[in-house]
Nanobody, 122 residues
């Protein structure tokens, strides 16, 4: 089982940028596909982005395409989410997810981190 710890969240003005990090521990990381989800108050957790273990396959939610970039550094056991042109509707707790099946990550059926808060002011 893999342990995931998100960091990098904070308060930012609309139009600003943040980079989230998800540090993983465990031998499964190098062969695990990774993804980001977010959950706003009173709403269901939704898919944001996913990346295969080698970085060759990437998927984004339509709402973040062109603004967010997912990447990973397996040597550091870390996956990143670069968020640019942030909007108030991006406000949510962001979670990372990991599984050895890419489609399982997209569905949010892998292991979860504890989440990091992102707040975008208008």
């Amino acid at each position: 089982q893999v342990q995931l710890v998100e960091s990098g969240g904070g308060l930012v003005e609309a139009g600003g940028s943040l980079r989230l990090s998800c540090a993983a521990s465990g031998r499964t990381f190098s062969s695990s596909h990774m993804g980001w989800f977010r959950q706003a108050p009173g709403k269901e957790r939704e898919f944001v982005a996913a990346i295969s273990w080698g970085g060759g396959s990437i998927s984004y939610a339509d709402s973040v395409k062109g603004r967010f970039t997912i990447s990973r550094d397996n040597a550091k056991n870390t996956v990143y989410l670069q968020m640019n042109s942030l909007k108030p509707e991006d406000t949510a707790v962001y979670y990372c997810n990991a599984h050895q099946s890419f489609n399982m990550v997209v569905k949010g059926l892998g292991s979860w981190g504890q989440g990091t808060q992102v707040t975008v002011s208008s």
